[in-house]
């Protein structure tokens, strides 16, 4: 099976013709204010291949907050600083529970389940502002390399008023620090943490910086390897099993694709040894993912008859 | 990536030697007494691929009790029988619990999380013994005809066996039934279930019945589809996530394909487009699965640097 | 503080009128089709002091399923012949989950929280199958003695309607007995539980039956102790933090007595040094406790000034 | 029965000779560094009933650290100043879990099941930071009033000590204010709660504070009512069923009074009508209650054959 007989510009047209009269029944995010002004109806997807060829429809190019998102960048840049040990500090398996649940937590002696739940996220940016002295530059940085684009930065507003709210982000780390599995400052992990969830980018943008997962962790048209071929396995693995917190199965189930989502509305997804492709609509269903984006990645494998499985 | 430049069996060759004195500290299955008296040192793999080679060493011919991945096939037959309807029964998402749990049904009002934990199996059993007549000999028709290998058959001492101290299967059968989602007689049920986990296959044997989740649902050298391409999906997609019970993010992260263990000390693995595969160890690890099986797939897929991630 | 100068009539009398015409929200109980038959306005209260005296109102001679307040006499029952050994095999903790839960028995291996949950009662019960060559004659035997009354009895009926409908029973004794916390055949465990449940007393037969508990283990106008001092210390305890299932608290809060309800509509209480009160009103409110039962002893403890507290 | 024809002092005599060569197996609570330094054999026990009479042993006159005992204080002046608005903060259950569990918060939305875990107790301080200008003094001027005592202070050096490893309390007070449950800043509550935990008390100081649970509300030899006959019961009945977090059954069981244990190994209980005992003993069972006091406790209603059952 390939790519190459595949015409995705055309498969993308009919998922943005198929989708054109949808109002998504989900709400926008709420909780965090800032996310709450963006428009419901903002809808867009862009597909990055291995040959380099982009295909894309609607709001591809603009940008959006890419929260959770940001998870899959920080376990990159934690699992290639600080290697295995990692793997002490927080484990690998779905944890069917909500993604900022804290009762695992009490059984598992704070070691959160795996790291794309917020407990298991705020463990991995402790382990960043551990190793890094200014830790949301190395962060930047990172993404500026992977993409190649030097204006990807944090959205300063947005961080500023997750921070506000977010009471639930200092129970957790608070909680996980009462384990002693947080190092650093609680007010240090958490600037940190509101920050990388802030980070704004676009459809375009994401899907070319995901292409390493789909690329054994070499940047397209570069010898340089950001991560070994067994990083990027873990990393992919972890994304199918747990990319979608208790929807984790559903998105496999109907997808089958490894994928991480995001409150910002957006979901970015990859195919192994083929693409990388992100999708934004706003409205979440009630497990807090986009339920349009979910959708749309649904026909995507449906109309190629094409995933992982 | 295809296939074809791997030598399979070289690989496997060095898998063979590289465990040859691994004397695994796991311990054989000992709830089910005729299981305990299987020896702990059996180690036989099997690899199939789609073009109809046959890779394998050690013990690989020799049939064993295949337990928990009996549920792969029931799956299928129910998805095949009553399509869809079989997900208002059951869901699809890991339960980040034991397999024998039954504290998940009392927070989801009797809706098993998935149909590889117990209770999601016993209710696809129930799917089976309404729908078929004498649903045994269905079932043993349908791996028959997949497989071409009329001799595959149940082992009624091993039934009998788990029969007689299976009073947890017999609390989960009547704690789905007091939920009303199961709809036949418990004993009946039950009956059914212990004879699918008793069916006795070899490595060789369940490699080539797994073939048709690699093939997109057809049997090769053959133009029959048994499953559609979705169903096939499907299948894969809830091994990947919940095919291991708490331990199936583990796999997922080490191996990096979707596979299904029994407490017989198999494993089955798919490569979608590619190859099944099926390794057996008895000794199992603390969370039920064979401990050499999972470290013999871990090198298979790192040998050759190809999983589906 | 003495019993001595409270005229119970007249407090009995002021909470029939007060109540005369409340019609209480709740459902009777419908899971045993038996017990849905009795008409919901039955109303009837009966205390009995240690100096002899009777004081009731309404249906208060009527028999009706006593259902869990039987747990109570098996209890006691047990504690008599088996003595202390009884604890390792069941808690004394308050469960702070509804009565007919299994997942508290996954966690602690088996051991039930306490005897008034059903897990609990269950084991209670293979304590005594496992003692009395005849455990349902030795039950009543019991009964007789303590209310002097030899007409009290099982209703066939009603435990012929319950193990029709007893899923959730036969799954936990399944279920402990997977743990190895049920000594007897299932079948005839679950038959001696539903007989106990089944017992019809009144309201009059309830507070005469309790004054062994408010009066150190002797029956009235005798020197024979049933139990000791110890042991009614205890089982008034246990009344007192886990009678009333999820609603213990409450009931304790609001009433102030120990005491133990049934799905029949029945609560017994006891006022140890002082009396034992039964009252009758089928409908249950949401947690299976009888909503006007519940508020009508919080009226006699408040109108008398006197609880234990 | 009355108290009158029982010799309190040859009981506390003999209680204190039976324990005189008991090494408590417990350890002194540790994570309160400033706790940890208190030696270990301190070990002193008080008494005092409704004639005013004192009897006592042992280091009886030290004070130490009351910890979890002040939550009735608080709990008494909440419900003085706020009424039965309380309970729509704060549950009447037993909670089934340790002191500081967060699960239980998860399910239920954040209202804590009772005032004497962390949670509640930390929703109870936050009612008074709302209700007082300088509730820190507002607690103090209770107690002096109701003791008549007012060199009963804060210990700074405990509270300062408690903060700075507060993580598990601070998790608690930022997740209740993530569900809207608590109204003021989360340094403010916490301050104030780790300052009432920090009171230190005499085993004299406690009994006689305790004296208004055991008297109706009102303080000896005075007509001033502090809490109304209905506030005192249900202050008792909550001690009965949760002030011994997940082992409140046991002593109930064991002890059969109404009580209230902190870390600081201390102990105080009630019976009603007749008198209120403190006893102080720091080595604490796994539970997190004083080993010896529990004992102690159980010695005194046995050798008195005098509990409230």
Redesign the interface.
Known sequence: ?TSANIDYQKVLNQIQQEFADIHPSGKVASYIPELAKVPSDKFGMHLYDLEGNNYNFGDSNERFSIQSISKVFTLALAMKVVGDDLWNRV???????PFN????L?NDSGIP??PYINAGALVVADVLVSYFTNPKAALLAFLHEITGDSSIDFDTTVAASEQAEG??N??????L??FGNIEND?EKVLDFYFHQCSIAMSCRELAQAFIIFANHGTVLDSDREFLT??Q???I???M???GFY?????F??EV?L?GKSGVGGGIVAVN??HYAVAVWSPPLNPKGNSALGMAALERL??LT?F???
Chains 1, 2, 3, 4 share one sequence.
């Open positions: 099976m484990g690998v398996e779905p944890s069917g529970d649940s804290l009762s695992q009490e389940r795996n009471y639930r200092y129970a957790m780390v608070n909680y620090k009462s609680v071929g067994r990027v396995k873990r992919n693995a972890l199918q099993t747990c208790d929807e984790a199965g559903e496999s189930f089958g490894p192994p040894y494998t449906t008859g995933s992982i499985f």
